[in-house]
């Protein structure tokens, strides 16, 4: 292996054999029975618990950072007014005057002026022009409050991995999300029960939230060689004041900023100062981490098992080592965990946290 190689910027040192079975279809019954990996950061070991049992690694002092996006229903089916031809949108970004940004399959079919109708015509939708990468705007004409059509007309925009119908929509969604804008869930949440942040926050662990409306990027493939020339796109983000005094605090009384997902993980070092130190901010940010990467902020982090090759993985390869994560998934692998949005989740933490574990 060459030099360049071990340094992990091809996007081959990023691959793992995942047998499909260990793809998780379906959401568990009760959110925090997932299991959970707790995973020493800097040796790679690893210990086998499951998810409630993470209020036993966290300590008073601590803050836990959450991302309180929500997501919405975002795929509509429609028809072609002219032809009757179906056309599947799924909604990206919101722009201004009701004009979103989209993907639209088949695109081929939605040339600038074509209209759309979901829904009997409930809600239609004008193809304004063609952006970067083939999506559409679309400016959007409808009679009443648009996100009360979307709940009526729209679903859930699950990710292309998981085949099986979703029958209760709250299931992709955390228990804390408050502020729709999200094509994905930040699936690393969907572990938690309100009884057990209620439990962590009785412990004097303090919870801050951040929001970053995860756009459909998070599953772009990667399709460059050499990872250093993918390109992220860029997603809306905010942090109140107060939640960043939380964070700033934690920081200045030597608690552990602990990240749930790799969108609160973006969002923290996005506007972290060289001391980790954050501030009220919105905007957008299209942070590509991978190994290399110097942590400013994050202490520690909760997260899925992820796609082979995808930028998340490069991500908790950066907060760890990449061939020692790649032998932790090997050993979920063995140890059959579920992977990816509604699988098991791992919880990176440092050396001397891991000792202390039982």
């Known amino acids: 292996m060459s ?18 079975e260990l793809i998780a279809q ?3 019954t009760d959110r925090d029975s997932s299991r959970l990996m707790v995973v020493n950061r800097e040796t790679g070991a690893v210990k086998h ?70 829904g009997d015509g409930l809600l239609k939708g004008r193809v304004l022009e063609v952006v970067e990468e083939g ?4 400016q959007f004409s409808y009679e009443g409050i648009f996100e009360e059509i979307l709940d009526q007309l729209g679903q859930m925009p699950l990710p292309p991995y998981i085949t ?24 690393a949440g969907l572990h938690f029960t309100k009884e057990l942040l209620e439990r962590i926050q009785q412990k004097g662990v303090k919870i801050a939230n951040v929001t970053l409306h995860v756009g459909l990027g998070t599953f772009r493939p990667v399709k460059v060689d050499n990872i250093l020339e993918h390109h992220m796109h860029s ?20 608690g552990r900023v602990i990240s749930v997902g790799t969108t609160s993980t973006r969002t923290l070092e996005s506007v ?40 998340l993985l490069m991500l908790v390869s950066a907060f760890s080592n990449r061939e020692k994560m790649l032998s932790v998934y090997q050993t979920a692998v063995e140890q059959k965990y579920r992977f990816f949005s509604f699988g098991d989740a791992m919880f990176l933490i440092d050396d001397k946290d891991f000792s202390t574990i039982q």
């Not at 999506?135 to 679309?138: D, V």
């Not at 954050?278 to 990467?293: E, N």
């Open 3 to 20: 030099s360049e190689n071990k340094d992990g910027m091809h996007l081959s040192d990023y691959n793992y054999d995942l047998p499909q």
């Open 26 to 28: 379906d959401p568990l």
């Open 49 to 118: 618990k499951i998810f409630h049992d993470i209020i036993d690694f966290l300590n008073p002092g601590d803050c836990l950072v959450l991302n309180n996006t929500k997501v919405i229903p975002a795929r509509l089916m429609g028809v072609k007014e002219e032809t009757g031809a179906t056309i599947e949108v799924l909604l990206l970004t919101r722009k201004e005057n009701d004009v979103w940004e989209t993907l639209v399959k088949p695109g081929k079919k939605a040339k600038p002026g074509t209209v759309i109708e979901f």
């Open 135 to 138: 999506n559409r705007l679309i």
């Open 164 to 187: 099986h119908k979703l029958e209760d929509k709250t299931r992709y969604q955390t228990v804390y999300a408050r502020y729709e804008g999200s094509a994905a869930a930040p699936t």
């Open 235 to 254: 997603e809306c983000y905010r942090i109140e004041q107060e939640d960043a005094d939380i964070i700033n605090e934690t920081k200045r009384s030597g």
């Open 272 to 311: 972290a100062d060289d001391q980790g130190m954050v501030r009220k901010a919105s905007g957008s940010t299209d942070i590509f981490i991978y190994p290399g990467y110097q942590f400013k902020c994050v202490d520690a982090l909760i997260t899925n098992f992820h796609l082979p090759q995808s930028t």
